[in-house]
T-cell receptor, first 114, second 110 residues
Framework: EADIYQTPRYLVIGTGKKITLECSQTMGHDKMYWYQQDPGMELHLIHYSYGVNSTEKGDLSSESTVSRIRTEHFPLTLESARPSHTSQYLC?????????????FGPGTRLLVL | GQNIDQPTEMTATEGAIVQINCTYQTSGFNGLFWYQQHAGEAPTFLSYNVLDGLEEKGRFSSFLSRSKGYSYLLLKELQMKDSASYLCAVRDNYGQNFVFGPGTRLSVLP
């Protein structure tokens, strides 16, 4: 069973506010990911990290930023939230040391920007 | 470019068998994954194929043909709780990132 956590689970916030979505994993995985998913739609990769101090932008352009100061922690920040940011944000991690790299997902954060 | 295709929706009856197909065109291939995602929840891992052939795991089996860029997920003895979206994902050439398909929404009817 994977141990990956996200907080908050639900967030309603006004336009222009700065928010940070937290993601932590206790499995020691090097790789971590952030996906954005609208209801009934596909997952879009917005950020990923291959280890501490490594961050890259994903396929979907995003106004968010990420940091990876510690292996277990991969927070995502929106400096100024807008209604277009309303979505579900899923964090995932993976470990390729087993030879079968599988992504484990956190429970997600549902964000509503008013 | 990266492209993964799956049927948008499927319907099947409780106790039946259903096959969900996935075709992919990616910049290289280093493994194909199937995930199950219930509405409002995170995806959970179902199966992994990297070599051609069938992998069986209880009621779920997954098949891969690399030469055809094709996979399917087979669900047997369908249960109501199997109603969910099923996501096909391919790991790219350098094994760095996963490309997800749009998902197939399966409805299991009594």
């Amino acid at each position: 069973e994977a141990d990956i956590y996200q907080t908050p689970r639900y967030l309603v916030i006004g336009t222009g506010k700065k928010i940070t979505l937290e993601c932590s994993q206790t499995m020691g995985h090097d790789k971590m990911y952030w996906y954005q998913q609208d209801p009934g739609m596909e997952l879009h990769l917005i950020h990923y990290s291959y280890g501490v101090n490594s961050t890259e932008k994903g396929d979907l352009s995003s106004e968010s930023t990420v940091s990876r100061i510690r292996t277990e922690h991969f927070p995502l920040t929106l400096e100024s939230a807008r209604p277009s940011h309303t979505s579900q944000y899923l964090c995932a991690s993976s470990d390729d040391n087993t030879g079968q790299e599988t992504q484990y997902f956190g429970p997600g954060t549902r964000l509503l920007v008013l | 470019g990266q492209n993964i295709d799956q049927p948008t929706e499927m319907t099947a009856t409780e106790g039946a068998i259903v096959q969900i197909n996935c075709t992919y065109q990616t910049s290289g291939f280093n493994g194909l994954f199937w995930y199950q995602q219930h509405a409002g929840e995170a995806p959970t891992f179902l199966s992994y194929n990297v070599l051609d052939g069938l992998e069986e795991k209880g009621r779920f089996s997954s098949f891969l043909s690399r030469s055809k860029g094709y996979s399917y997920l087979l669900l047997k003895e369908l249960q109501m709780k199997d109603s969910a979206s099923y996501l096909c994902a391919v790991r790219d050439n350098y094994g760095q990132n996963f490309v997800f398909g749009p998902g197939t929404r399966l409805s299991v009817l009594p």
